[in-house]
């Protein structure tokens, strides 16, 4: 298969003066590539030679690229040019990263970076030697020359840039390609902009949107409760088209209007379920599935779900099976079926991010039965450690739904170590936030779901302002990135050690 095959270019690259000046060359010869070749050393990419021959070199619109581990932001793509500064074999070359800045010589300097040369983007020929296909890695130059892996080759590099939605307006957004906008609203969705979603994608026009990009928007009218909306665009979406996804959104708006009508509650849940039903049958991957059971959950549609197990089976089986699982104590010794870890305090100074401390405990603790149980199904583990899987429960809540789906879902249940983990980890400004969300309970939030349902309830109509305005504060300055929880582990790393088996739903 040819490199970029159906890989739209048309709007791939910004070919501002700068650009054109600096990284942009004419389209090499055969020959041309040869003598770059044998000047570096290394035989080039065919994805590399493919893209030159398209455009060589230059700044892409999309300069993110993010594998979920590292990400870097590129400035431009070096050419095969030598007359151009920024090229293989340019001035600001290969030879001047490797032979002047001190960067390893492990390949070709290909991308600089928004870091002015303390981090580059380079292929990496040690594994597949100077003939072979190189893979993408960034090397960190304030870290030591640092190597950190990207992508597997160069055309995935290339296909796995972004454009940030900071970057783009409306305008330019509905000028696109369809892979380009995914990117983009694959983005904001990721970062819960649901309002700039929504705008884009109804700028653009809800009749010119492909399936994917519709079922974006549908997501997004979901979790902006706009559900009349969500239905409208899903309904639009060929029946032929309809997936697994298709149905779980449909079943995720049909679970939204059982919580907020008061006359169809029934029938909503049941047709939610029907939908979530057909999802499972259709799911190629256990994702669906675990989303489809946190509905069932989240909703409390259990009762329903037993007096129905029959008109729908998979739902009713996968929900026990999650059930079972989340409810099975440790007993004895046996690790049959579970997942062994041992986390060090070597391990622990080396780690930059949270959930490699946090996966034992976050997969042992049982947050769906009494308080009683929630501590005991904890005892193997520090109260840092408990606290730590409650602040995560806690964000990760009230990023996806606010402080109400923090205290509606069954994770309410750790809101009092939640608020002393934000006050022991050093994040005051968070512990103050929620406490005033406590304070509007009297102090004390009840641990079980239903009393918490009631009493929120009872409470004036200005809770809902104050949960917003919590909401708000969580958005506009905590920075998912888990900083000062990394900080606090790696400050007190004994409280943090585990070595034992869990049981992880894989």
């Known amino acids: 298969m040819k490199p970029f095959e159906n890989f739209d270019f048309?709007?791939?690259?910004?070919?501002?003066?700068?650009?054109?000046?600096?990284?942009?060359?004419?389209?090499?010869?055969?020959?041309?590539?040869?003598?770059?070749?044998?000047?570096?050393?290394?035989?080039?990419?065919?994805?590399?030679?493919?893209?030159?021959?398209?455009?060589?070199?230059?700044?892409?619109?999309?300069?993110?690229?993010?594998?979920?581990?590292?990400?870097?932001?590129?400035?431009?793509?070096?050419?095969?040019?030598?007359?151009?500064?920024?090229?293989?074999?340019?001035?600001?070359?290969?030879?001047?990263?490797?032979?002047?800045?001190?960067?390893?010589?492990?390949?070709?300097?290909?991308?600089?970076?928004?870091?002015?040369?303390?981090?580059?983007v380079f292929l990496d020929y040690r594994e597949c030697g100077k003939e072979g296909e190189p893979k993408v890695v960034l090397i960190d130059q304030e870290d030591d020359f640092k190597i950190h892996p990207l992508a597997d080759n160069f055309e995935e590099f290339i296909k796995g840039l972004t454009i940030t939605s900071q970057e783009i307006t409306k305008e330019e957004f509905a000028q696109y390609s369809d892979e380009i906008k995914e990117k983009v609203i694959y983005n904001l969705s990721d970062e819960g902009d649901t309002e700039s979603v929504i705008e884009f994608l109804t700028f653009t026009g809800v009749e010119n949107l492909n399936t994917t990009l519709k079922g974006q928007l549908a997501r997004a009218y979901n979790n902006n409760d706009q559900i009349e909306e969500a239905m409208k665009v899903l309904d639009m979406i060929p029946e032929e088209e309809r997936d697994a996804l298709w149905y779980y959104r449909y079943g995720c708006s049909y679970s939204v209007l059982s919580a907020n009508n008061n006359y169809m509650v029934e029938e909503d849940i049941l047709n939610?379920?029907?939908?979530?039903?057909?999802?499972?049958?259709?799911?190629?991957?256990?994702?669906?599935?675990?989303?489809?059971?946190?509905?069932?959950?989240?909703?409390?549609?259990?009762?329903?779900?037993?007096?129905?197990?029959?008109?729908?089976?998979?739902?009713?089986?996968?929900?026990?099976?999650?059930?079972?699982?989340?409810?099975?104590?440790?007993?004895?010794?046996?690790?049959?079926?579970?997942?062994?870890?041992?986390?060090?305090?070597?391990?622990?100074?080396?780690?930059?991010?949270?959930?490699?401390?946090?996966?034992?405990?976050?997969?042992?603790?049982?947050?769906?039965?009494?308080?009683?149980?929630?501590?005991?199904?904890?005892?193997g583990f520090t109260l840092e450690q408990r606290y730590l899987n409650a602040v995560s429960w806690y964000f990760i809540e009230v990023n996806n739904g606010g402080h109400q789906q923090f205290l509606d879902n069954s994770t309410g249940i750790v809101w009092e170590d939640a608020i002393n983990g934000l006050k022991s980890f050093d994040m005051g400004i968070f512990a103050d936030n929620f406490k005033r969300v406590i304070d509007a309970f009297g102090g004390k939030i009840p641990f079980d779901r239903e009393e918490r349902w009631k009493a929120m309830e009872s409470l004036e109509d200005g809770f809902d302002e104050l949960l917003e305005e919590a909401d708000s504060f969580v958005y506009d300055t905590y920075d998912y990135d888990s900083e000062y929880e990394v900080n606090y582990v790696k400050s007190h790393p004994d409280k943090f050690v585990y070595e034992g088996y869990y049981n992880k739903m894989v």
């Open 10 to 120: 048309s709007h791939f690259w910004e070919d501002d003066e700068y650009s054109l000046e600096e990284y942009v060359g004419k389209e090499p010869t055969d020959e041309e590539i040869k003598e770059v070749e044998n000047e570096l050393g290394y035989k080039l990419p065919a994805s590399y030679i493919e893209l030159v021959k398209i455009h060589n070199g230059g700044t892409p619109y999309a300069t993110l690229f993010s594998n979920g581990k590292y990400a870097v932001y590129i400035t431009g793509i070096y050419g095969t040019d030598k007359e151009k500064m920024n090229s293989l074999c340019g001035e600001m070359g290969n030879e001047l990263w490797i032979n002047e800045w001190g960067y390893p010589n492990i390949g070709i300097a290909v991308a600089d970076t928004i870091s002015g040369g303390h981090h580059m």
């Open 272 to 379: 939610s379920l029907a939908m979530l039903e057909k999802a499972m049958g259709l799911a190629k991957d256990d994702k669906v599935i675990e989303y489809c059971i946190e509905i069932v959950d989240f909703h409390g549609f259990k009762g329903i779900l037993e007096a129905n197990k029959e008109k729908f089976p998979l739902v009713y089986k996968h929900y026990k099976e999650l059930e079972a699982k989340l409810f099975d104590s440790e007993s004895g010794n046996s690790s049959s079926g579970k997942t062994y870890a041992k986390i060090t305090v070597a391990d622990i100074e080396k780690m930059d991010e949270i959930w490699g401390v946090l996966d034992p405990i976050y997969w042992t603790v049982d947050i769906y039965g009494t308080h009683e149980n929630y501590l005991k199904s904890a005892e």
